[in-house]
């Protein structure tokens, strides 16, 4: 079971991964998230899915042909049907297009070996209604409830589930949207390399781990408050049986099902020519044939309430323990840095110049000047022994 997630993949590594960066629907509500949890109508986890394009759009010409009833005009070719991979934003919890209300309890969760016998789960089971759901890691809690946080290892090179040049529009290129979700977007050409390199991905994701690529299964609902034209559209993340191999074992039974390839990606996105049973059973056979590169790691019991929505939900328990206890008590028993002792700085007028004196030997400035009053002190008193004089006496006898 995966009821609580974390969606922080970046834009830019969902554009490569999905190899366009075409975007069908909500791709505003699209935004981090680091503790999501099914009953958030706020926010949408990220999906990769097909459209169907007449021929024409798809850049095979026009036809006279009706879609509607497939059959082509008079002289005109067979109409062609194309699928185009996508990306939209999707509510956690699929809410069933035969629905009358919408649901106040969602199905986020839908038990592999339950599909071909649920009559709500068969009619989804096209290509059509099949998706990839983008999760940067999921929580769970086992039976001791404490909470441990899966992604993927961080030597998982990643790759795209189709190449860059999947858009038929940028032939070559992929696009950034720059319209708003509801309507069909203008979309500026962006060159994106073909290399599909770990480390790439990883500077893509901001350094952040490569994503979990799960399979899902979505829905459109047209009910109250919604339009055919603008329905809720919902997904649900298939689960298995956990592996034996898989470090989850221990901890859950149930584990959402992987798409590990970009091979096994195209067959559930197009493939409707494979019994979903052989294509279901192919999936699982690749997530039990090798240990799942998984990285699991426990994290604070915060992240058991979805109010709590920080980066502090995805670290790992010690670290967590380690920066509380940094931020509270720790910051008293940090040892005092040492306070560097400037020297004293003098003032202008008190700094001592060095001057050369009569002798050649450096004197200061004071010095100098007291030599100075001594020698005129000398030169008045040889001026009076004379009988000369002085500025004050002068004054002295103008007065008398």
């Known amino acids: 079971m995966c009821g609580r997630c974390a969606v922080i993949?970046?834009?830019?590594?969902?554009?490569?991964?999905?190899?366009?960066?075409?975007?069908?629907?909500?791709?505003?509500?699209?935004?981090?998230?680091?503790?999501?949890c099914p009953y958030d109508k706020s926010v949408c986890v990220p999906v990769i899915h097909t459209i169907t394009v007449?021929?024409?759009?798809?850049?095979?010409?026009?036809?006279?042909?009706?879609?509607?009833?497939?059959?082509?005009?008079?002289?005109?070719?067979?109409?062609?049907?194309?699928?185009?991979?996508?990306?939209?934003?999707?509510?956690?919890?699929?809410?069933?297009?035969?629905?009358?209300?919408?649901?106040?309890?969602?199905?986020?969760?839908?038990?592999?070996?339950?599909?071909?016998?649920s009559g709500m789960?068969?009619?989804?089971?096209?290509?059509?209604?099949?998706?990839?759901?983008?999760?940067?890691?999921?929580?769970?809690?086992?039976?001791?409830?404490?909470p441990r946080y899966v992604q993927m290892a961080k030597n998982y090179p990643g790759f795209s589930v189709q190449d860059d040049h999947g858009d038929h529009e940028t032939a070559g290129e992929i696009t950034q949207s720059t319209g708003t979700s509801s309507s069909t977007h203008v979309n500026q050409p962006q060159k994106i390399s073909?290399?599909?390199?770990?480390?790439?991905?990883?500077?893509?994701?901001?350094?952040?781990?490569?994503?979990?690529?799960?399979?899902?299964?979505?829905?459109?609902?047209?009910?109250?408050?919604?339009s055919v034209q603008q329905p809720l559209e919902s997904v649900s993340i298939v689960t298995t049986a956990t592996p034996q191999n898989s470090g989850l074992f221990p901890i859950h039974d149930r584990i959402p099902l992987m798409i590990t390839s970009k091979e096994l990606a195209a067959k559930w996105l197009h493939d409707d020519k494979t019994p979903f049973a052989a294509l279901l059973q192919e999936i699982e056979q690749a997530n039990r044939s090798?240990?799942?590169?998984?990285?699991?790691?426990?994290?604070?019991?915060?992240?058991?309430?979805?109010?709590?929505?920080?980066?502090?939900?995805?670290?790992?328990?010690g670290d967590y323990d380690k920066k509380q206890f940094e931020k509270n008590f720790g910051r008293f028993?940090?040892?005092?840095?040492?306070?560097?002792?400037?020297?004293?700085?003098?003032?202008?007028?008190?700094?001592q110049k060095e001057v050369s004196g009569p002798t050649g030997g450096?004197?200061?400035?004071?010095?100098?000047?007291?030599?100075?009053?001594?020698?005129?002190?000398?030169?008045?008193?040889?001026?009076?022994?004379?009988g000369v004089a002085l500025p004050s006496d002068e004054k002295k006898q103008k007065t008398e």
């Open 54 to 117: 007449s021929a024409e759009e798809a850049g095979a010409g026009s036809t006279s042909t009706s879609k509607e009833q497939g059959t082509p005009g008079a002289g005109a070719p067979a109409f062609v049907d194309h699928k185009s991979v996508v990306l939209s934003g999707m509510r956690w919890g699929l809410v069933p297009a035969f629905a009358r209300e919408e649901p106040q309890k969602f199905t986020f969760n839908s038990r592999s070996d339950k599909l071909l016998a």
């Open 9 to 36: 993949t970046e834009k830019a590594c969902l554009h490569k991964i999905a190899g366009t960066s075409k975007w069908r629907r909500q791709e505003e509500k699209v935004t981090k998230k680091y503790n999501l």
């Open 194 to 226: 073909n290399s599909s390199s770990s480390k790439q991905f990883k500077e893509l994701n901001n350094g952040k781990n490569f994503p979990l690529l799960v399979c899902g299964i979505h829905d459109r609902w047209s009910g109250p408050g919604y």
């Open 290 to 317: 090798g240990p799942l590169k998984l990285e699991i790691f426990e994290v604070n019991k915060l992240v058991g309430n979805s109010k709590n929505e920080t980066p502090d939900c995805i670290l790992p328990s």
């Open 362 to 386: 450096a004197t200061t400035s004071s010095e100098a000047g007291a030599a100075s009053n001594k020698r005129e002190a000398a030169k008045a008193e040889v001026k009076m022994e004379e």
């Open 333 to 351: 028993l940090k040892p005092k840095q040492p306070v560097k002792q400037e020297p004293p700085v003098q003032e202008s007028g008190e700094k």
């Open 121 to 146: 789960w068969n009619r989804l089971l096209k290509s059509k209604s099949r998706c990839i759901v983008v999760l940067q890691g999921f929580f769970e809690w086992g039976k001791e409830k404490r």
